[in-house]
């Protein structure tokens, strides 16, 4: 029961445009929602997050659009840089339920490949 | 700050042997986490604790698997009997809760533990 699922398991992306990562769930008890970077041999990074009152958090190159009635959320990247390659996770967590924020329950991840 | 720190990152092992590893979390962080990445998968929730009580453990975390977190600080994490279907990334993570919902936690990871078991 894949409650998060990323669809695309790689991107390419050439620098300077925009990369766009998808994610889609199908818990409705979730309320928050992250996106984390992993570099081969590390731990994921976090990135950006959003709560589930809003609908778009914006930070630096990095925004994050959530659409509630389609439980999906999105990662643009703007413009796009050869260091930003690396796998993207998305991750949702359901706190409010009396859990805590972070246990996590995370996509698959999707490979970001921006060529120079 | 050092970051959240695991040890070892590599560890090989026969089938039927007992292994344990160890996460250092960030010094002032009052929970701490254990998840498992398997290949071509995302992280998964095994446990957390809220200082040196464990509040949840998911249903992946058979009883062949123990976390401790004695005095709140470091923990480990035990398996005994590997299998292979055990062989995995086993990742710590931890975070300061203030205490309050809206304040959301953030999770800092360490670079894990990887596991092989023959």
């Known amino acids: 029961d894949q409650q998060v699922k990323q669809n695309s398991p790689s991107l390419s992306v050439q620098e300077g445009r925009i990369s766009i990562l998808n994610c889609d769930y199908t818990?409705?008890?979730?309320?928050?929602f992250l996106w984390y970077k992993k570099y081969p041999a590390e731990g994921p990074t976090f990135l950006i997050s959003i709560s589930s009152i809003k609908d778009k958090n914006e930070d630096g190159r990095f925004t994050v659009f959530l659409n509630k009635s389609a439980k999906h959320l999105s990662l643009h990247i703007v413009p796009s840089q050869p260091g930003d390659s690396a796998v993207y996770f998305c991750?949702?967590?359901?706190?409010?339920?009396?859990?805590?924020?972070?246990?996590?329950?995370f996509g698959q991840g999707t490979i970001l490949t921006v060529h120079p | 700050d050092t970051g959240v720190s695991q040890n070892p990152r590599h560890k090989i092992t026969k089938r039927g042997q007992n292994v344990t590893f160890r996460c250092d979390p960030i010094s002032e962080h009052n929970r701490l986490y254990w998840y498992r990445q398997t290949l071509g998968q995302g992280p998964e929730f095994l446990t957390y604790f809220q200082n040196e009580a464990q509040l949840e453990k998911s249903r992946l975390l058979s009883d062949r698997f123990s976390a401790e977190r004695p005095k709140g600080s470091f923990s480990t994490l035990e398996i005994q009997r590997t299998e292979q279907g055990d062989s995995a990334m086993y990742l710590c993570?931890?975070?300061?809760?203030?205490?309050?919902?809206?304040?959301?936690?953030?999770?800092?990871f360490g670079s894990g533990t990887q596991l092989s078991v023959l």
């Open positions: 991750a949702a967590s359901a706190g409010a339920g009396g859990t805590s924020y972070g246990k996590l329950t």
């Open positions: 818990n409705s008890m979730f309320d928050y």
């Open positions: 993570a931890s975070s300061l809760d203030r205490g309050a919902a809206f304040l959301k936690e953030k999770l800092f």
